[in-house]
Nanobody, 120 residues
């Protein structure tokens, strides 16, 4: 069974850079045709897809976040990373990583999420 575990700093000041980690076990992040997304949910709001990194290392981003967001991975550590700069209070959210197959609808595995609060 694939397991995803997000981790991060919890509290970040406005204008700082956020760095989150998603450690994957039970399956390789380089397995063909699987993609790995970062998704967030602000308090009281719906899910927002942030971006994805695919098995072939290609990346795609939500247009509204693209200028501030970077997704990368370390294959040896089977770990994904999210970096977001110029943080604002409205970036406060529960951040998730999730897996889907390129030909599937929906995500088959999610992490439990990590809370990020942007506040001075």
């Amino acid at each position: 069974q694939v397991q995803l575990q997000e981790s991060g700093p919890g509290l970040v000041k406005p204008s700082q850079t956020l760095s989150l980690t998603c450690t994957v076990s039970g399956g390789s992040i380089t397995t063909s045709y699987y993609t790995w997304s970062w998704i967030r949910q602000p308090p009281g709001k719906g899910l927002e897809w942030m971006g994805v990194i695919a098995w072939d290392d290609s990346t795609y981003y939500n247009t509204s976040l693209k200028s501030r967001t970077s997704i990368s991975r370390d294959n040896a550590k089977n770990t994904l990373y999210l970096q977001m700069n110029s943080l604002k209070p409205e970036d406060t959210a529960l951040y998730y990583c999730a897996r889907t197959h390129s030909e599937a609808n929906g995500y088959d595995y999610w992490g439990q999420g990590t809370q990020v609060t942007v506040s001075s």
